[in-house]
């Protein structure tokens, strides 16, 4: 560090203050930008790693990995100009993900500001829709105050992203720093006792209740919480989408996930749901089915909105009981209560149960290439195994087969961006070096982060990344064929060889030409540790379980 007379550099008083708010690591790609800052990551390996990434898309969804993972702001570091723009994939994730992040950016020098100097762009307009709050620090003195409202903004109430701007000749001033900072804590609040009795009348007169938990902000108090509240209170529970780790899948109260392709079944259970309790979820396009299996702005069902942030609450549907609170807060609370009325929902929640059990069963897509993979995966994977994917229809095997175990065993991004599932990977690995980590991820879908090997191997990571390659963009080209038949147009994809690809970072690799070389190349990658990409051969004339493209 620079210390001269007890004054500090801005750049290692701002290190300090993510020391001193927990912060482990901090993603992103170095700049002439943020010089300073890096020069102060110099010597603090014990302290804060800063994770070397290959572009900033990456460094930034690592960063929501992290948020998603610890509960705390995910830390992420870019250059000015295109490294931001770069970056700006990973907070649009954290935005609808409600993600808790703070992005650090480098900017022109103050002198230059509003010039077009090299590289600049006003932040405040570029992330303006996509960030909970820009700012740009031009008085090193009110580093602390910024970085420690910036850790307040993103966990607090919905969590999400936040983007501070560092102005490069302001690092390199000398400061006189304040009082070092408390740690800063997510607030927690509940509602008024009349609003939960309220709750507690309206699930005594129900007749076909359902739970739907999602959204962000979860902890493990809070996960704990919600499956005792359905045990007491004998509810069937489901999830939005990808949020299937809010619940062990094998709990005798869940039901499954509402998401891309909702099934028939989940559709019909909405239909005759007389009361839905959403903790947590914004009720957004993808869980909704395109604002179809509820109907705004007055759901047919008697809808309990559960959210941490009260202009949400109504904005699209319109709720009979709106509870604000933190959803740690509220399930503790209800989770305390005595059984209302179990003895009407238990035998429906058990028939729920079973249509979900045979749903998820392989068996239930006879001649699926791909599903005994996942269910492979399910019965031998290690209940707190972290899978993270990005987008693409292989997701859909993933989701509907896997059976997710413990709390942030599932990473994956509910806003639908390829990609993720690499760097989420990275993350997860640094995070939590003793879990097994798997990224699931389509060839296209891999491409698009696919430099992140590089990251995995540089920092001697352990994880496996497993590609379902159908040599398309096999989302787009079920799109394609349902609006327009064999006209096909810029969905085909050529590949390189992936095995050779990972080899060349130094990964190991293997091609996966059937199911018995799939079992045995898991095997293998789990006892051999370190960076491994297993290669799967896709029919690709199957676009999601059981359904081909004729």
């Known amino acids: 560090m620079t210390r001269t007379n007890h004054t500090l550099r801005a750049a290692d008083h701002l290190v300090d203050l993510l020391v001193a708010q927990g912060t482990t690591a901090a993603f992103g790609v170095p700049g002439e930008s943020y010089l300073p800052v890096l020069d102060a990551f110099y010597g603090r390996e014990t302290d804060i790693r800063f994770i070397?990434?290959?572009?900033?898309?990456?460094?930034?969804?690592?960063?929501?990995?992290?948020?998603?993972?610890?509960?705390?702001?995910?830390?992420?570091?870019?250059?000015?100009?295109?490294?931001?723009?770069?970056?700006?994939?990973?907070?649009?994730?954290?935005?609808?993900?409600?993600?808790?992040?703070?992005?650090?950016?480098?900017?022109?020098?103050?002198?230059?500001?509003?010039?077009?100097?090299?590289?600049?762009?006003?932040?405040?307009?570029?992330f303006g829709q996509m960030a909970k709050w820009v700012a740009q620090i031009d008085d090193a003195s009110r580093l602390q105050e910024y970085v420690s409202r910036a850790f307040r903004v993103a966990m607090s109430g919905r969590p999400g992203p936040v983007v501070l701007a560092l102005p490069e000749d302001m690092l390199y001033d000398e400061?006189?720093?304040?009082?070092?900072?408390?740690?800063?804590?997510?607030?927690?609040?509940?509602?008024?006792?009349?609003?939960?009795?309220?709750?507690?009348?309206?699930?005594?007169?129900?007749?076909?209740?359902?739970?739907?938990?999602?959204?962000?902000?979860?902890?493990?108090?809070?996960?704990?919480?919600?499956?005792?509240?359905?045990?007491?209170?004998g509810l069937p529970v489901s999830v939005s989408l990808r949020?299937?780790?809010?619940?062990?899948?094998?709990?005798?109260?869940?039901i499954g996930h509402y998401g891309v392709g909702t099934p028939p079944y989940l559709r019909q259970i909405m239909e005759e749901t007389d009361l839905l309790i959403a903790i947590g979820p914004r009720l957004g396009e993808m869980t909704t089915a395109g604002y179809t299996i509820l109907t705004p702005p007055v759901p047919d069902q008697s809808?309990?909105?559960?959210?941490?942030?009260?202009?949400?609450?109504?904005?699209?549907?319109?709720?009979?009981?709106?509870?604000?609170?933190?959803?740690e807060s509220f399930c503790v609370e209800v989770a305390s209560w005595d059984a209302i009325a179990p003895e009407r929902f238990v035998n429906r929640t058990k028939d729920l149960r079973e249509t979900y059990g045979s749903f998820s069963d392989p068996a239930s897509v006879p001649d699926d290439p791909l599903?005994?993979?996942?269910?492979?995966?399910?019965?031998?994977?290690?209940?707190?195994?972290?899978?993270?994917?990005?987008?693409?229809?292989?997701?859909?095997?993933?989701?509907?087969?896997?059976?997710?175990?413990?709390?942030?065993?599932?990473?994956?991004?509910?806003?639908?961006?390829?990609?993720?599932?690499?760097?989420?990977?990275?993350?997860?690995?640094?995070?939590?070096?003793?879990?097994?980590v798997f990224a699931i991820a389509g060839d296209g879908c891999f491409m698009m982060t696919c430099q992140e090997m590089a990251t995995a191997v540089h920092h001697d990571l352990n994880?496996?990344?497993?590609?379902?390659?159908?040599?398309?963009?096999?989302?787009?080209?079920?799109?394609?064929?349902?609006?327009?038949?064999?006209?096909?147009?810029?969905?085909?994809?050529?590949?390189?060889?992936?095995?050779?690809?990972?080899?060349?970072?130094?990964?190991?690799?293997?091609?996966?030409?059937?199911?018995?070389?799939?079992?045995a190349a898991v095997a293998a990658a789990r006892d051999r540790g370190g960076v491994n990409l297993i290669e799967v051969k896709a029919d690709p004339s199957y676009l999601s379980p059981g359904k081909r493209l004729e």
């Not at 900072?181 to 129900?206: H, N, T």
């Not at 780790?245 to 869940?254: K, Q, V």
């Open 175 to 233: 400061i006189t720093p304040p009082t070092p900072p408390a740690r800063i804590e997510a607030p927690r609040f509940l509602p008024s006792g009349k609003i939960l009795e309220s709750l507690k009348a309206r699930i005594a007169e129900a007749k076909a209740p359902l739970v739907m938990a999602g959204g962000g902000g979860w902890t493990k108090t809070g996960i704990a919480a919600l499956a005792r509240f359905a045990e007491t209170q």
């Open 52 to 126: 070397t990434c290959r572009q900033e898309g990456g460094a930034a969804m690592a960063a929501d990995a992290y948020g998603k993972l610890t509960g705390r702001p995910g830390i992420c570091f870019a250059t000015r100009g295109p490294g931001a723009t770069n970056a700006s994939a990973g907070v649009h994730v954290a935005y609808q993900d409600s993600t808790p992040m703070i992005l650090f950016l480098g900017q022109v020098a103050r002198d230059m500001i509003d010039r077009e100097a090299f590289q600049e762009i006003d932040y405040r307009r570029m």
């Open 371 to 436: 599903a005994p993979y996942f269910a492979h995966l399910a019965d031998t994977l290690p209940d707190d195994a972290i899978l993270c994917n990005g987008a693409g229809n292989y997701a859909g095997w993933l989701h509907r087969f896997y059976r997710y175990r413990a709390p942030g065993s599932q990473l994956a991004p509910t806003s639908g961006s390829m990609g993720y599932g690499l760097p989420a990977a990275v993350a997860a690995a640094i995070c939590e070096p003793t879990r097994e």
């Open 243 to 254: 949020c299937q780790g809010l619940m062990d899948n094998r709990h005798p109260n869940y």
């Open 463 to 519: 994880l496996t990344v497993i590609i379902i390659d159908n040599a398309r963009y096999g989302t787009i080209r079920a799109h394609q064929e349902r609006e327009y038949p064999d006209r096909v147009s810029g969905t085909a994809l050529t590949n390189p060889d992936f095995c050779a690809f990972a080899q060349s970072f130094g990964a190991h690799a293997e091609k996966a030409r059937d199911f018995d070389s799939f079992v």
């Open 303 to 327: 809808l309990v909105h559960v959210f941490p942030e009260p202009e949400e609450i109504g904005r699209v549907f319109e709720p009979e009981i709106a509870v604000v609170a933190d959803t």
